[in-house]
Structures are given as structure tokens and as C-alpha cells.
Nanobody
Framework: QVQLVESGGGSVQAGGSLRVSCQAS?????MAWFRQAPGKEREGVAA???????NYADAVKDRFTISKDNGKNTLFLQMNSLKPEDTAMYYC??????????????????WGQGTQVTVSS
């Protein structure tokens, strides 16, 4: 079982930037970031596969960038031009199989504990 630990969340004003990281305990295949706001379902934000293919939710395209340092087993999410509606708990996820950059939670079976991102207006 892969262990995933997120870090880098925090509070920022609208228009600001944050970078969250996810340290994996071992090599991982397709990875993704999800988020969940209070009272809402978990939603896929961005995913990256083993050949660098990426996929983004429409709500974050052109503002967020997902990347992965395979040598360090670390996943990143650079978030720019943050909006209050980006406020949520952000979760890192890793898939057990070689799949494309899927944004559906059911594609992943390893999850981190989450890191809170709060954007104030």
C-alpha cells in the first residue's frame, strides 16, 4: 500500500498562489489531485499519467498546473489566480494500474489525508 502525505496548504487571498505537494512512499503510476469542499462531493482537479499526459477540470484549466518528480516520488499542484471557490481540502491520489490521467475518484485506490486550502475574498 502506497503511503501519500500532502503538504503546502494554507490560507491566501483571492488572486494569490499556492503550491501543494504529495510525497509518496514508493513509485507510483497515474496520480491525481482531488478536492472536497464542505457539503460537496469530492471532485477531480488534475491528473498526470506515467508519460506526462495531463488532464484538468474545466474550473482550474489555465490556472493550475500538475507536475511530478519521478526521482523523488513527489507530486505537485501549482495553483495560481486562486478564487474563493477553490477553497477545499485537497487530496492526493495514486492509481494501482497504468491508466490515463483519469479524474474519477474510482480510478484510484491510494489516498492521502488531505491538506486544507482556504482562499479569502
Amino acid at each position: 500500500q502506497v503511503q501519500l502525505v500532502e503538504s503546502g496548504g494554507g490560507s491566501v487571498q483571492a488572486g494569490g498562489s499556492l503550491r501543494v505537494s504529495c510525497q509518496a512512499s514508493e513509485y507510483t503510476r497515474t496520480m491525481a489531485w482531488f478536492r472536497q469542499a464542505p457539503g460537496k462531493e469530492r471532485e477531480g482537479v488534475a491528473a498526470i499519467d506515467t508519460v506526462g499526459g495531463t488532464n484538468y477540470a474545466d474550473a482550474v484549466k489555465d490556472r493550475f498546473t500538475i507536475s511530478k518528480d519521478n526521482g523523488k516520488n513527489t507530486l505537485f499542484l501549482q495553483m495560481n489566480s486562486l478564487k474563493p471557490e477553490d477553497t477545499a481540502m485537497y487530496y492526493c491520489a495514486a492509481g494501482a494500474f497504468y491508466i490515463g490521467p483519469d479524474l474519477r475518484p474510482r480510478a484510484y485506490d491510494n489516498w492521502g489525508q488531505g491538506t486544507q486550502v482556504t482562499v479569502s475574498s
